[in-house]
T-cell receptor, first 118, second 108 residues
């Protein structure tokens, strides 16, 4: 399977614990995005990388959240001191850099990591 | 006001009917537009991009009205398998913004 993969698929944790999620994008894609989705809402943008550079972070990404993409391939999203409000589906997507004249290329989503904070 | 707004539905439509969704966006600097489809407990998948000239892909037609800042999706001859949530997506300066989605139920 050469699509976007995410690990783990499900994570249950107690409030106050740290969690880390991993995303492996499609290999030739240099852009990687993280989103959060709660029930009844569309995905909310958190951050994105072009290669290893983190180019934008949403105001939703509090100091407890950090994302890395050290070698420009896989990415990790860490949440420190989890709170019940962090319970959501965390989606990763990847795309290639758009060709000249286009603003964005198609994003391909992974299956998501469902986080439950007790 | 949300930057991308959609009627959440649900739209309950008999099989074979035509159904249309609209989506409005507030930032006139938005640059590109898409419709994604999301099945229950699955990830979103691109349905189609939306171009100013309008574009069609089989039973699906997408339109963009920049002056009024809305996007539409028309589904003709709806199938049971079209039941899903349809997400309107706007790109502005590489920031991707999703609407809440419109739920569609096709009834047999």
């Amino acid at each position: 399977d050469t699509g976007v993969s995410q690990d783990p698929r499900h994570k249950i944790t107690k409030r106050g614990q740290n969690v880390t999620f991993r995303c492996d994008p499609i290999s030739e894609h240099n852009r990687l995005y993280w989103y959060r989705q709660t029930l009844g809402q569309g995905p909310e943008f958190l951050t994105y990388f072009q290669n290893e550079a983190q180019l934008e972070k949403s105001r939703l990404l509090s100091d407890r959240f950090s994302a890395e993409r050290p070698k420009g391939s896989f990415s990790t999203l860490e949440i420190q001191r989890t709170e019940q409000g962090d319970s959501a589906m965390y989606l990763c997507a990847s795309s290639s850099q758009p060709t000249s004249g286009l603003h964005t290329d198609t994003q391909y989503f992974g299956p998501g990591t469902r986080l439950t904070v007790l | 006001r949300k930057e991308v707004e959609q009627d959440p539905g649900p739209f309950n439509v008999p099989e074979g009917a035509t159904v249309a969704f609209n989506c409005t966006y507030s930032n006139s600097a938005s640059q590109s537009f898409f419709w994604y489809r999301q099945d229950c407990r699955k990830e979103p998948k691109l349905l189609m991009s939306v171009y100013s000239s309008g574009n069609e892909d089989g039973r699906f037609t997408a339109q963009l009205n920049r002056a009024s800042q809305y996007i539409s999706l028309l589904i003709r001859d709806s199938k049971l398998s079209d039941s899903a949530t349809y997400l309107c997506v706007v790109n502005r300066d590489d920031k991707i913004i999703f609407g809440k989605g419109t739920r569609l139920h096709i009834l047999p």
